[in-house]
């Protein structure tokens, strides 16, 4: 795919990963189709897509509704003309334990609220946003590309039943999108990072947050600039399909 004058949606655009994603690939000539549920952050990661030089446009959209996203991947469409990517990377956490107990006493459980929030959000939105961008592609004869952003978790993590289900999930979806949607030109794929420098790994207690970089291989954790640069990678090379990446610093070797 050439980057320039593409269209990429990306979900969970207004911060993070997703603005890492969005001013990288705005940078590479991409134009922009932002989505995310505050639209402050949206207008923020907007005017810095356009000061790399593309146009950018924002979509208030809460992607576990599906009539929201019917409507949000029309309207790209109709304002586009086109799509040609999407980075399905908006996700949630609610962690905890499944059981706690202590001295066979039951402390607390997983709620079923923690569990469906995130399966709502982490795997049924990327489902909802993954057919809805495939539909456009089809209808306007792009070869294009889907990402999931995965994460190492998914091969299990503790306290984290709802996210770790999720990701995996999300790891499969991309392997079976890129067999059914080969015929019509488009590709799949899944980013799996590992521990990334982002607002959420910065709110963590400092004692945890060195404990953790301790068990990376790169003694390091990693940037969001290289979550983007492997997006790009994917989107521009056209024989990639039904895999999943992993950046995470050789953690999960």
Known sequence: ??????????????????????????????????????????????????????????????????????????????????????INNAGILRDGMLIKAKDGEINRKMSLAEWQAVIDVNLTGVFLCGREAAEAMILSGSK???????????????????????????????????????????????????????EMTGSMKPEALEKMVKGIPLRRMGQPSEIASTVAFILENDYLSGRVIEVDGGLRI
């Open 144 to 198: 294009g590309c889907i990402i999931n952003i995965s994460s190492i978790s998914r091969a299990g993590n503790m306290g984290q039943s709802n996210y770790t289900a999720a990701k995996a999930g999300v790891a499969a979806m991309a392997v079976t999108w890129a067999k059914e949607l080969a015929r019509h030109g488009i590709r799949a794929m899944a980013i799996a990072p590992g521990f990334i420098e982002t």
């Open 1 to 86: 795919m050439q980057l320039t004058h593409s269209v990429i949606a990306i979900t969970g655009g207004g911060q993070g990963l997703g603005r890492a994603m969005a001013t990288d690939l705005a940078a590479r000539g991409a134009k922009l189709a932002l989505i995310d549920l505050n639209q402050e952050r949206l207008d923020e990661t907007r005017a810095l897509c356009e000061e790399a030089g593309s146009e950018a446009r924002t979509y208030l959209c809460n992607v576990a509704r599906e009539e929201e996203v019917v409507a949000t991947f029309k309207a790209i469409h109709d304002d586009f003309g086109q799509l040609d990517g999407l």
